[in-house]
């Protein structure tokens, strides 16, 4: 059974200071790796995307990749109430068509 | 503009009824998903297509039904079998490649038995 796994949070977080989320995977053969914000009511957004092992920065967002420890996290510096928000990691096992969703980790920004 | 448009935004079925949710992508995007999602609970992954007249079955597809006559169309059908249908339910779309590519999604539909 291929799995994503998250914390469910909810993770708080003071306004202006570093939001660190995590997501393990199962399948070590895993090579595309996916971030989504979902708003309360609304569909998920993807916001980051990383393939290769390091960081990817994008604004206020880095996406970091340890294939041998099988861990994908995301950083969001300068939090701010806006990015109050579930964020779903989401994995492209090789070899399967599908992509797969871990349940989400709550995020509250605190002003 | 590009994209991926569910509709209706919000549906209510009574009990019995079967009831489809349209699902339109102008992306050229090949694959098309279904996920149900239950209030605080994440994605459940119900059908998805990766070609025209072919799709598989999720994680959770009793009850529901699919059909993609057309690349840019993904219709799900929720049946009478369906016992609990109440939900927001999700498509998605993505380009196939090595390694995979990244989903789009719709807006949602929320479907509520009356």
């Known amino acids: 059974q291929k799995e994503v796994e998250q914390n469910s949070g909810p993770l708080s977080v003071p306004e202006g200071a570093i939001a660190s989320l995590n997501c393990t995977y199962s399948?070590?053969?895993?090579?595309?790796f996916f971030w989504y914000r979902q708003y309360s009511g609304k569909s998920p957004e993807l916001i980051m995307f990383?393939?290769?092992?390091g960081d990817k920065e994008d604004g206020r967002f880095t996406a970091q990749l340890n294939k041998a420890s099988q861990y994908v996290s995301l950083l969001i510096r300068d939090s701010q109430p806006s990015d109050s928000a579930t964020y779903l990691c989401?994995?492209?096992?090789?070899?399967?068509?599908?992509?797969?969703f871990g349940k989400g980790t709550r995020l509250h920004i605190l002003p | 503009d590009g994209g991926i448009t569910q509709s209706p935004k919000y549906l209510f079925r009574k009990e019995g009824q079967n009831v489809t949710l349209s699902c339109e992508q102008n992306?050229?995007?090949?694959?098309m998903y279904w996920y149900r999602q239950d209030p605080g609970q994440g994605l459940r992954l119900i059908y998805y297509?990766?070609?025209?007249?072919?799709?598989q079955k999720g994680d959770i597809a009793e009850g529901y039904s699919v059909s993609r006559e057309k690349k840019e169309s993904f219709p799900l059908t929720v049946t009478s079998a369906q016992k609990n249908p109440t939900a927001f339910y999700l498509c998605?779309?993505?380009?196939?490649?090595?390694?995979?590519?990244?989903?789009?999604f719709g807006q949602g539909t929320r479907l509520t038995v009356v």
């Open positions: 992306l050229n995007h090949d694959a």
């Open positions: 989401a994995v492209n096992p090789p070899g399967d068509d599908k992509i797969i």
């Open positions: 990383i393939y290769s092992n």
């Open positions: 998605a779309s993505s380009f196939l490649g090595t390694g995979g590519t990244e989903a789009f």
């Open positions: 399948d070590r053969g895993s090579q595309s």
């Open positions: 297509s990766q070609i025209v007249n072919d799709f």
